[in-house]
């Protein structure tokens, strides 16, 4: 039948009911994509796309184009599986395929979510030694913080704050442009793919593992379901998904240009190992303070809305897999006393651990090809729930149904292939 995508659908009021403020109606529906995308772009992420931009200079900034498209279709599915079918990811996989499945998904995203927790408190604490303040202050504080913010009682008041801490990351625009990038050697990086090199595929794995992330999708199928966003407002819900994708991978290739147009240029063998050492390495070029401002407050936003979505994203797919009450609208209670119990003891055992001494940089970099490496099982149950959870009239088709599937088997092969280099075989 040769269309491209599903039949949209569009929200329209009932009888009695006044038209509202068009933005209104927008920000009602909007939010689980961008704050996802926003956490996409965490601490991890950018130090990541920072040391890309110093080892390689322009040539990281080809793949981050192309992978917008597919970080949109891939959780463009989790839109539909929650708007659909009511339910969260991990439900979905323990109804459809049991619970054994269920828990090796659960265990995929307990990973993932374990080690971008880390990157988390380790940027936290490294925003606060940039300014001389001690990691035994910034971490228990920012944890105190997250705890607070998922006993509000409000899905949509947590969304909200994380969303305005996460737009701290678009500080690094005002960086790249202090640090005057020039186009023509961006073209040209944009033109080199140096695969021979196993130290840049090996980075790619990192950023490629930095986009697509088990969180990631966990989260946003459980944040439509408890926002309580319906069928009706699929559309909208795309857009707020595709905008974020574009943010996200703005963001990360803003972060690759501006050390390709600094670092790269005059000391591509500096060693960054904390957020000081990015901030330090900027000085020449943006100054001191304006240094450690803008890369301080990117970082710690960053850090904060991944810090939140990825912990929540946990609590809910290991609630989901086990049948636990998960909802953030609820008040604590002794039935969803285990799910709130989970996200306290996420916030604060990564906290603990983090408070002792870590090489974040490499700590990032790992994390994200472990991410990598994880993609396999996370797309391939994402794809298969498309098929098996859905209606006919609401999964995809024609070829828009081929592309996105083409694509997620490029990613998982890419992933596959990336075990016996990660692992040193």
């Known amino acids: 039948m040769g269309a491209t995508h599903p039949p949209a659908v569009t929200e329209q009021p009932g009888p009695g009911r006044r038209r509202r403020w068009p933005l209104a109606g927008l ?24 040391q890309s931009g110093t080892e390689w200079g322009y040539a990281m900034v080809l793949p981050q184009l192309v992978l917008i498209p597919i970080l949109y279709m891939a959780q463009e599915i989790t839109v539909r599986l929650g708007l659909f ?57 920012c944890t105190a913080f997250l705890i607070a913010l998922a006993f509000a009682r409000s899905y949509r008041r947590a969304e909200r704050i994380g ?15 202090l640090a005057h990038p020039k186009v023509g050697d961006l073209l040209h ?22 986009v697509i992330m088990p969180w990631m999708i966990f989260y946003q199928q459980t944040a439509v379901v408890d926002k309580g966003l319906r069928p009706a407002q699929l559309r909208r819900e795309r857009h707020d998904t595709a905008v974020g994708a574009v ?55 960053g850090a904060l809305v ?19 009450k998960h909802s953030l609208n609820e008040r604590p209670s002794r039935k969803n006393a285990k799910f709130y119990l989970i996200y306290v003891l996420a916030h604060v055992l990564g906290a603990v651990i983090v408070l002792a001494s870590w090489n974040l940089v490499r700590l990032a970099v790992d994390v994200e090809v472990m991410n990598a490496l994880l993609l396999p099982i996370v797309l391939g149950f994402l794809l298969l729930l498309e098929h ?29 292939y990336m075990v016996p280099t990660t692992l040193g075989l």
């Open 85 to 141: 079918t009511g339910k969260g990811h991990g439900q979905l996989i323990r109804e459809h395929f049991g619970r054994g499945w269920g828990l090796l998904s659960a265990s995929t995203l307990l990973v993932s979510a374990i080690g971008a927790l880390l990157t988390e408190f380790a940027g936290v604490a490294g925003v606060g030694e940039l300014f001389g303040v001690s990691k035994w202050i910034t971490v228990p504080v």
């Open 306 to 324: 991944a810090a939140l979505v990825v912990s929540l994203a946990g609590s809910w797919g290991i609630s989901e897999v086990l049948g636990w």
């Open 388 to 416: 098996k959870a859905l209606a006919t009239e609401h999964r995809m088709r024609g070829t828009y149904r081929g592309v996105v599937t083409a694509l997620c088997l490029i990613v998982m092969a890419f992933g596959l």
């Open 247 to 301: 943010l996200t991978q703005l963001i990360m290739i803003v972060v690759i240009v501006t050390f390709a147009a600094t670092v790269w240029h005059t000391d591509r063998g500096a060693t960054l190992n904390t957020v000081g050492d990015l901030a330090r390495a900027l000085t020449a070029y943006l100054g001191g303070t304006t240094a450690r401002v803008l890369i301080g407050a990117s970082m710690l936003g």
């Open 27 to 50: 920000l009602a529906v909007w939010g689980p994509g961008l704050i996802v995308m926003l956490a996409d772009t965490d601490a991890g992420c950018l130090i990541t796309a920072a």
């Open 163 to 177: 969303i305005a801490i996460g737009l701290a990351e678009l500080l690094f625009i005002p960086a790249m442009l």
């Open 189 to 210: 990086g944009l033109g080199s793919l140096p695969l021979g090199h196993s130290s840049y595929v090996y980075l790619l794995a990192a950023n490629v593992g930095a």
